[in-house]
Nanobody, 124 residues
C-alpha cells in the first residue's frame, strides 16, 4: 500500500509561483510512475502531467505547457510540480497519483494510488 501526501498549495496572486510536493511512502518509489491531476470547482478532474520512474516526463496538458514542470527525487521519495506564471484558471485541488504503469496515468487518466489533494488558489 502506497500513501501519498501532497503539500505546498496555497493562495497566490496571478503571475506568482508555487511548488507542490508529494511525499510517498509504503512502496518502492522508483518503480512507480507519478502524475499530477487537478480538479477545479464544478469541473471534472484533469490530467496535468506525469513522470516515469526513470525521470522521463510525459507531455503536459496544453494549458500548462511552458509554465509547469514536473520532477522527482527518488532518493527522497518525492515528486514535485513547479508552477510558474500562475493564472486564475489554475485554481484547483491538485492531486498526486502513483501507478505501476505510466499508461494508467497518461492514457486512462487513472492511478493505483491517490493523495488527498492540496488546494491552489490564484487570485486575479
Amino acid at each position: 500500500q502506497v500513501q501519498l501526501v501532497e503539500s505546498g498549495g496555497g493562495l497566490v496572486q496571478t503571475g506568482g509561483s508555487l511548488r507542490l510536493s508529494c511525499a510517498a511512502s509504503g512502496g518502492i518509489f522508483s518503480r512507480y510512475a507519478m502524475g499530477w491531476f487537478r480538479q477545479a470547482p464544478g469541473k471534472e478532474r484533469e490530467f496535468v502531467v506525469a513522470i516515469r520512474g526513470s525521470g522521463a516526463r510525459t507531455n503536459y496538458v496544453d494549458s500548462v505547457k511552458g509554465r509547469f514542470t514536473i520532477s522527482r527525487d527518488n532518493a527522497k521519495n518525492t515528486v514535485y510540480l513547479q508552477m510558474n506564471s500562475l493564472k486564475p484558471e489554475d485554481t484547483a485541488v491538485y492531486y498526486c497519483a502513483a501507478a505501476l504503469g505510466i499508461d494508467r496515468i497518461v492514457v486512462l487518466h487513472s492511478a493505483d494510488y491517490w493523495g488527498k489533494g492540496t488546494l491552489v488558489t490564484v487570485s486575479s
